[in-house]
Nanobody, 124 residues
Framework: QLQASGGGLVQAGGSLRLSCTAS????????MAWFRRAPGKEREFVAA????????FYADSAKGRFTISGDNAKGTVYLQMNSLEPDDTAVYYC???????????????????WGRGTLVTVSS
């Protein structure tokens, strides 16, 4: 199971740190990611971390503002979000790949475990 937390209401320009903790499964050899779904929009990729290489991946909208990190021994991944904008308002979901797949790391189909999501609201 994945449990996301850390969402809330913040003013534009502010920061939030999301956390996602995995339990009941070892995710250390795969990928963990953050996606988000804004009102009326499809779920979209935000960032991912590949434990085996410590590689990180970001959507263009997140580059330079968001940082993904984690502790694979604890099964925890974080998303530090700075310089938040109203367009960042969304429900943020953490996801994990537990069955090795060849799908794109940017695609929802890569991931087979999903957390419930945490709401981030950025006011202007």
């Amino acid at each position: 199971q994945l449990q996301a937390s850390g969402g809330g209401l913040v003013q534009a320009g502010g920061s939030l740190r999301l956390s996602c903790t995995a339990s009941g499964h070892s995710f250390s050899n795969y990928v963990m990611a953050w996606f988000r779904r804004a009102p009326g929009k499809e779920r979209e990729f935000v960032a991912a971390i590949k434990w085996t290489t410590d590689s990180t991946f970001y959507a263009d909208s997140a580059k330079g503002r968001f940082t993904i990190s984690g502790d694979n021994a604890k099964g925890t991944v974080y998303l530090q979000m700075n310089s938040l904008e109203p367009d960042d308002t969304a429900v943020y979901y953490c996801a994990a790949e537990t069955i090795k797949k060849s799908d794109s790391i940017y695609s929802t189909s890569r991931y087979d475990y999903w957390g419930r999501g945490t709401l981030v609201t950025v006011s202007s």
